[in-house]
């Protein structure tokens, strides 16, 4: 979706204070049956156009996301012709939309309302790439079931999240709202983000339970470039081992619906894609839930070559969505296509029923307002236990990449110059899809620093713009960037932040992008540091003073120069309300960082898109740099700077060598692993434990590497574990050219360690019986 800057509501509302398994549908407080006959009952009171309505999703409110306001709201809702809101939220506003459609509309049906809650509501948290790299399922959770508390409280039913593209290039701005490169990391994120957002048991009669959205249905991470909206064309034995996964886990845990994605996949649009929305989600899938389109993409398959208005709307419909959000195609053309023969009426029946049964799953029919009021939402918004436990996972999702001479951490007395762009900004530490946070009730890095350390001298100087290239600050500007920008040249800023770092004893140079040049319709070409950043960093090198980094970003940077020379580099994300108080916990050690990265960071942009679990190809690149004809850069390395799962400590963590229980296993037996690991150094610390696989012989090329398990484990200092996994039979399978999913006999490879490039490695076979 797209943002605009804040419009009026035009009812002048007033704002308030991998598995294979066999899918699990929401469950709900009733059984299925009675369901039916409540929903058999009111469809047969329904008109054609009643039923058409239901599929209608419009935006009204005070933060639209796309340049299309919806036109009539008030008259259509009386006529029965809107079956969801979004951008709406607020008790009192939330009431005002519901009450028309209960008392004015002709069979009072409510309404569902929606919003992009996607890493927090009020309380904002980090975003879904720094949620991801704490590896902390039970945090991930947490915060998903803060976001649905408040949420729900702020009159909110239906939740755009969670986001479970792959994204394998950091061009790509969304990058940003997932998981990351990995499909079983992102799978079982995926099952915590949708746990979270319904609640225990998928009841989502609960009135802190929200409807979750998988999106963005499909592969609207693989785009050609990373550029946003771009086409996806790739192998289905691809998708099924590399990009579904995610989508699939989210199906299988529950999800109550479902948003189609912009991108075509194959030559066809996915919001038109019959195969996609119907023959894969419902039919092998087994999905009970919804489809939704995301903002206007019936009407852009005008322009993806698709047919003219009328005829999309059939597509769309023909293909399995159900709701049409802003694009109001389905309202105007779908009994003139149900009257040519292009739709038949059993078609918009089946999606009036899925809309319908929604509402039912959420109790709306029950009581249509869930007990939202302006005293839950005061007692519930921003209360102390979630600003605290936004503050811990933003600590969570820190990640160390690197730190040399005991540059971290820092000392509370002496004196830091703090400088760069992003030090003070509270604006850019919520990120991009922040919702309805406010920024002004976040924590600045500076605000954090003085707050941890009242005896420390701290001085501040800006440094640099945040970027300097006018095209780009132009389209920032144009669309919420709310950049500051300082009217100096930049040889001044800069020399003001040299004379303030010769006068401390430590620099922390705060650089990185602003929120808005990441997240939708923000792909870059160049991921460096915008501006003069590189400069002033150079500059500040130049000093001799020890150089700490602390990184805001919302994707992997290409930093070549600063990993040689920087004395310490913090990656920090945008990491939320909190913010500024967990980077000041990571940077005095009063946390030690654990975070390990979920997308690999270039040397240079021109490896993108890159990635840990790639193939092997027939001529592998060895080292030798003489050797031409293999599959190498001639002006740059094939790695990564920084390898998928990677993130230091302020204290070290040595691995044994991995133990398997047999050395050949059948088909239907487990295989456990064992690996021993200490902590060496001179803190207390966590590590995230990584296992990899390798199928050495396959009947397709298989990944050099591919991760099939993980566990964060506390060690004190000195302390040894010995952790165990266990491999099940599914763990070995995979997707042929068939798309028949299974193991094949032979040699394997199990590799542990603390990232996807330094682990220890043991064998096994599987046997043929």
């Known amino acids: 979706m797209k943002r605009l800057p804040l419009l009026l509501l035009a009812l002048a509302l007033s704002p308030a204070a991998h598995a294979q398994k066999k899918p699990a549908p929401a469950a709900a407080t009733t059984s299925d049956q009675k369901m039916k006959q409540y929903i058999d009952g009111l469809m047969a009171k329904m008109t054609l156009e009643e039923k058409i309505g239901q599929l209608n999703l419009v935006s009204v409110g005070f933060d639209v996301t796309g340049p299309v306001v919806s036109k009539d709201v008030d008259a259509n809702i009386r006529k029965g012709l809107v079956g969801g809101v979004f951008n709406t939220y607020t008790p009192i506003a939330v009431r005002k939309l519901q009450e028309m459609a209960l008392k004015e509309s002709r069979l009072h049906i409510p309404l569902m309302f929606g919003y992009d809650v996607i890493h927090g509501h009020r309380t904002v948290f980090p975003i879904a790439l720094g949620l991801a790299a704490s590896w902390d399922l039970k945090a991930i959770e947490q915060s998903a079931r803060i976001a649905a508390e408040e949420a729900s409280a702020d009159g909110l039913d239906w939740v755009f999240s969670p986001m479970v593209d792959i994204a394998r290039d950091a061009r790509w701005g969304r990058i940003s709202e997932g998981a990351g490169e990995d499909p079983y990391l992102g799978s079982r994120i995926a099952e915590a983000m949708v746990r979270g957002y319904q609640g225990p048991n998928n009841d989502l009669t609960q009135p802190s339970s929200v409807m979750a959205c998988l999106k963005h249905f499909a592969l609207y991470g693989a785009a050609e470039a990373g550029r946003e909206y771009n086409t996806t064309d790739m192998s289905k034995q691809r998708m099924y081992n590399e990009y579904l996964p995610p989508y699939k886990a989210a199906v299988d845990a529950g999800v109550g619906s479902v948003m189609s994605s912009f991108n075509d996949v194959n030559g ?39 047919g003219n208005a009328e005829q999309v709307a059939a597509l769309a419909l023909n293909a399995g969505i159900d709701q049409d959000m802003v694009g109001e195609e389905f309202l105007k053309y779908t009994a003139k296509n149900i009257q040519s023969g292009a739709v038949s009426k059993a078609q918009l029946d089946a999606a009036c029923r899925r809309i319908l049964e929604a509402k039912y799953k959420l109790g709306l029919f029950t009581d249509p307002y869930r007990k939202v009021s302006a005293e839950r939402a005061t007692s519930t918004l921003m209360k102390p236990e979630f600003i605290a436990a936004a503050r811990d996972i933003a600590r969570r999702s820190m990640v160390l990449l690197k730190n040399e001479r005991n540059a971290l951490p820092l000392k509370k007395t002496g004196s830091i110059a703090l400088i760069g762009p992003l030090a003070n900004r509270q604006r850019d530490v919520i990120g991009s899809w922040s919702g309805a946070g406010d920024w002004k009730q976040a924590v600045s890095v500076e605000q954090g620093l003085r707050a941890a350390a009242p005896g420390l001298k701290i001085t501040y100087a800006k440094g640099a713009n945040i970027a300097d290239d006018q095209q780009m600050l132009d389209r920032l500007q144009a669309h919420g960037g709310e950049l500051e920008l300082d009217k100096r040249s930049s040889e001044d800023m800069i020399k003001e932040a040299v004379q303030v770092a010769q006068s401390a004893d430590v620099v922390v140079a705060v650089v990185g992008e602003s929120q808005g040049m990441t997240g939708e319709a923000a792909a870059r070409a160049d991921i460096g540091l915008p501006g003069q950043q590189l400069a002033l960093l150079k500059a500040l090198k130049a000093t001799g003073k020890p150089l700490v980094l602390v990184l805001m970003n919302g994707r992997p940077l290409a930093l070549p120069w600063e990993n040689q020379n920087a004395d310490a580099i913090l990656e920090t994300w945008f990491a939320g309300t909190q913010a500024g108080n967990a980077i000041a916990d990571v940077l005095f050690g009063d946390y030690n ?13 021109g490896q993108e898109p890159i990635y840990y679990n790639h193939k092997n190809t027939g001529r592998p690149y060895g080292g030798v740099k003489l050797d031409k004809y293999k599959s190498r850069y ?4 094939n790695d990564p700077l920084y390898p998928f799962g990677f993130g230091l400590s302020y204290t070290s963590f040595t691995y044994g060598k991995p133990t398997v229980s047999k050395a050949t296993i059948g088909p239907a037996e487990t295989l456990t692993v064992s690996v021993s690991v200490q902590n060496t150094g001179q803190m207390d610390g966590e590590e995230v434990a990584q296992l990899y696989l390798r199928d050495l012989v396959g009947s397709i090329s298989r990944p050099v590497s591919e991760l099939k398990g993980f566990q964060k484990v506390m060690l004190k200092k000195g302390e040894s574990k010995t952790l165990t996994f266990r491999l099940a039979p599914d763990a070995l399978k995979f997707y042929n050219n068939d ?6 006999p032979g040699d394997f490879q199990v590799m542990v360690g603390g990232n996807s490039r330094d682990v220890q490695t043991a064998t096994f076979k599987l046997a043929v019986k």
Request: avoid cysteine.
């Open 739 to 744: 798309l028949k999913f299974a193991a094949e």
């Open 634 to 637: 001639l002006d740059a390395p």
């Open 268 to 306: 066809t649009p996915a919001t038109a894609n019959k195969w996609l929305m119907t023959d894969l989600l419902r039919k092998q899938w087994g999905f009970q839930g919804f489809v939704a389109t995301d903002y206007t993409a019936i009407p852009e398959l005008i322009d993806h070559g698709m």
């Open 593 to 605: 960082p654990s975070g390990k990265i979920t997308a690999s960071f270039p040397v240079t942009v």
